[in-house]
């Protein structure tokens, strides 16, 4: 991208530090306006290149929670898992990362056909399929895992997955980042925090 410079919004959480991460890559300076609220400045601190934080709130909205990270946090602290209804449940799983490159094909392609593009993998994977892999990238025996299991919450969607052939077809984004590779360099992250 023939970008020098670049704000990404929500930059020190989660996904935004990816997003960061990717653009300093390619020797873009970010500026990043954060409140902070989710997230500490040092997710930053593992970045080379230029990237200012603007500590900021841009909005009204409420504390956001990536339940995923609670989760391997669990995992890693040999806390049991608390699995809500029977684990059948299914989501589509994304790699972080793959998600960034998503972001930034989306802003080098000024002329996209669309302006919403589902990121993800295409494929369903059931909590309890979740909860075995993420074992596995964490070296420890999916056997072993204890889950709580817990009431299924009201009005949670059973099943959902994306299509994401548009976004394959109009972002020419790469294979997804496979789900127990994703989940162990996911793991890493959380260690290193
Ligand atoms: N992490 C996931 O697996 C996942 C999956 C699906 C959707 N999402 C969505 O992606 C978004 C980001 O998720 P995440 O995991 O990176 O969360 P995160 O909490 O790690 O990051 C959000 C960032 O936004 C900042 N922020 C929040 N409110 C702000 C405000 N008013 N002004 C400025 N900064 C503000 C927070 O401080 C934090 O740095 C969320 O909307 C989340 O629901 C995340």
């Known amino acids: 991208m023939a970008v020098g410079r670049a704000v990404v919004t929500g930059g020190a959480g989660f ?3 990816s ?15 954060d409140d902070l609220s989710t997230s500490a400045a040092s997710n930053l601190d593992r970045l080379t290149g230029t990237v200012e934080l603007l500590k900021h709130d841009i909005r009204d909205a409420g504390p956001l929670r990536a339940a995923f990270t609670a989760f391997c946090e669990r995992l890693l602290t040999g806390r049991p898992l608390i699995v809500f209804g029977d684990g059948t449940q299914t989501r589509d799983f994304v790699h972080v990362g793959d998600v960034a490159a998503a972001n930034l094909a989306a802003a080098d392609s000024p002329d996209l056909p ?8 295409g494929t369903e994977v ?10 596995t990238a964490a070296s420890a ?9 817990a009431p299924r919450r009201p009005g949670e969607v059973h099943r959902s997955c994306l299509d994401v052939r548009r976004s394959v077809a109009e972002l020419g984004l790469a ?3 496979p789900l127990v590779e994703g989940l162990r360099r ?4 959380i260690r290193s925090r």
Do not use: K
């Open 15 to 17: 996904v935004g530090s």
């Open 141 to 149: 025996d999916p056997d072993a895992v204890v889950a709580v299991p």
């Open 186 to 189: 996911t793991l890493g992250w």
């Open 175 to 177: 294979r997804p980042v």
């Open 114 to 121: 669309h302006r919403v593009y589902n990121v993800g993998t």
């Open 19 to 33: 997003v960061v991460e990717a653009l300093t890559g390619r020797g873009t300076s970010v500026l990043v306006v």
């Open 126 to 135: 059931s909590i309890r399929e979740l909860l075995r892999a993420t074992a």
